[in-house]
Structure formats: structure tokens, C-alpha cells
């Protein structure tokens, strides 16, 4: 919406004539793209996100309040996200709607999920059991995208889920000492989302 007002502005300014570029041709394609850009941009920061905790029936109380950032974990240094402990087999829900950007077994995360959502947000599902979608499907909030599980680095642990956001639009304020506390800009507290 607010890129759609900004665009307008500029034609307007330029219809006026009060706006005037040398070499008026060669940098009229290039403002064009930079308004799209600039109108995509805005138009994802301004998406409304509805957010629920990713696991079916799961409460509050199924996940550790303070593991995100908790140090020392594992070969990753920090803990960027929280687990969500539940029974193996239970329903992992979308957190949020958005579209599923990757899907993959890797070492660490196991079976896993990334689904694009509002805010420029990734939302990231690993040591799942089972995944129910595929790179490019859509999901609505609370669509079974999988199962509870112990993939991954997660073997041979009660299965739970491991839940992470990470802003592709760095929050450069949250930048501090911490240990890996660069990657803070990037990764955003799950609990604090959940609430």
C-alpha cells in the first residue's frame, strides 16, 4: 500500500515536471525497478501475520523459556530457537501462512522445513519424523506440514520440535556482546512471537 502511494508520488512529480533526471531515459528504467522493488519490499513488511505455536495442542509450558540464545549448545555455539517437546507423531502445524521455500534432509537439522511468511519472516521446522509439503506450496496458518520427531542431531533424544524465525530484513538494533550476538539481527526469539 505504502509503496503503491510512494510510486504514485514520483509520477506525479516527474508528470509536474518538478522532478528531472539526466540522461532522462537510461535512469527512468532503473527507478521503475527500484519503486517495484521497493513496493514489493514494503508490501511484505506490511502483510498482517496471525501466529500460532507450530505443534498441535502444544502450550507455553511445552518449551523452555530461556534456551533461545542459551550457550554453550552443541557444535552451534548458541541455541538460535526453541524446542518444543512433544509426543513423536504429533501434528507440526505453520506457525503462519506463507510458502514453503525449502525442504531437505540435513545433518543437525534432520528432516526439515522454511516457509516464507509475512514480515520477510522465515520460519524454520527441523528434526521433523514425517513432512507433509514441498518447496512452492502455499500453507495456511495451523496446515499440517509434518510430524514431531528426533532427526537429525536430535537422535537418540525425547522428539520435539525445533522452532526458529529469522528476518531476512537484518534488525541491525539487535546487534550486542553476546556470543554470536551479530547473528541477533537475523533471528528473532520464537517465545517472545508465541506469546
Same mark, same amino acid.
Given at each position: 500500500?505504502?509503496?503503491?502511494?510512494?510510486?504514485?508520488?514520483?509520477?506525479?512529480?516527474?508528470?509536474?515536471?518538478?522532478?528531472?533526471?539526466?540522461?532522462?531515459?537510461?535512469?527512468? #528504467?532503473?527507478?521503475?525497478?527500484?519503486?517495484?522493488?521497493?513496493?514489493?519490499?514494503?508490501?511484505?513488511?506490511?502483510?498482517?501475520?496471525?501466529?500460532?505455536?507450530?505443534?498441535?495442542?502444544?502450550?507455553?509450558?511445552?518449551?523452555?523459556?530461556?534456551?533461545?540464545?542459551?550457550?554453550?549448545?552443541?557444535?552451534?555455539?548458541?541455541?538460535?530457537?526453541?524446542?518444543?517437546? #512433544?509426543?513423536?507423531?504429533?501434528?507440526?502445524?505453520?506457525?503462519?501462512?506463507?510458502?514453503?521455500?525449502?525442504?531437505?534432509?540435513?545433518?543437525?537439522?534432520?528432516?526439515?522445513?522454511?516457509?516464507?511468511?509475512?514480515?520477510?519472516?522465515?520460519?524454520?521446522?527441523?528434526?521433523?519424523?514425517?513432512?507433509?509439503?514441498?518447496?512452492?506450496?502455499?500453507?495456511?496458518?495451523?496446515?499440517?506440514?509434518?510430524?514431531?520427531?528426533?532427526?537429525?542431531?536430535?537422535?537418540?533424544?525425547?522428539?520435539?520440535?525445533?522452532?526458529?524465525?529469522?528476518?531476512?530484513?537484518?534488525?541491525?538494533?539487535?546487534?550486542?556482546?553476546?556470543?554470536?550476538?551479530?547473528?541477533?539481527?537475523?533471528?528473532?526469539?520464537?517465545?517472545?512471537?508465541?506469546?
Amino acid at each position: 500500500m505504502y509503496g503503491v502511494i510512494i510510486v504514485k508520488q514520483v509520477l506525479r512529480l516527474k508528470k509536474d515536471n518538478k522532478l528531472k533526471f539526466t540522461n532522462e531515459k537510461k535512469y527512468s #528504467a532503473k527507478i521503475k525497478v527500484l519503486l517495484i522493488v521497493v513496493t514489493i519490499i514494503v508490501s511484505g513488511l506490511l502483510l498482517p501475520q496471525k501466529i500460532v505455536i507450530p505443534v498441535k495442542n502444544a502450550t507455553a509450558s511445552d518449551w523452555h523459556t530461556k534456551t533461545f540464545w542459551y550457550e554453550p549448545w552443541g557444535k552451534s555455539g548458541v541455541h538460535k530457537g526453541i524446542d518444543i517437546f #512433544a509426543k513423536a507423531g504429533t501434528p507440526v502445524i505453520a506457525a503462519t501462512h506463507g510458502v514453503v521455500v525449502y525442504k531437505a534432509n540435513i545433518q543437525r537439522g534432520g528432516n526439515v522445513v522454511a516457509i516464507l511468511g509475512p514480515k520477510w519472516r522465515i520460519h524454520y521446522y527441523a528434526h521433523l519424523a514425517e513432512m507433509n509439503v514441498h518447496a512452492g506450496d502455499y500453507v495456511s496458518v495451523a496446515e499440517r506440514i509434518g510430524t514431531v520427531g528426533n532427526s537429525g542431531n536430535a537422535k537418540g533424544k525425547p522428539p520435539h520440535l525445533h522452532y526458529a524465525i529469522l528476518t531476512i530484513i537484518p534488525y541491525l538494533w539487535r546487534w550486542d556482546g553476546a556470543t554470536q550476538g551479530w547473528k541477533k539481527i537475523i533471528y528473532l526469539n520464537p517465545g517472545m512471537q508465541l506469546k
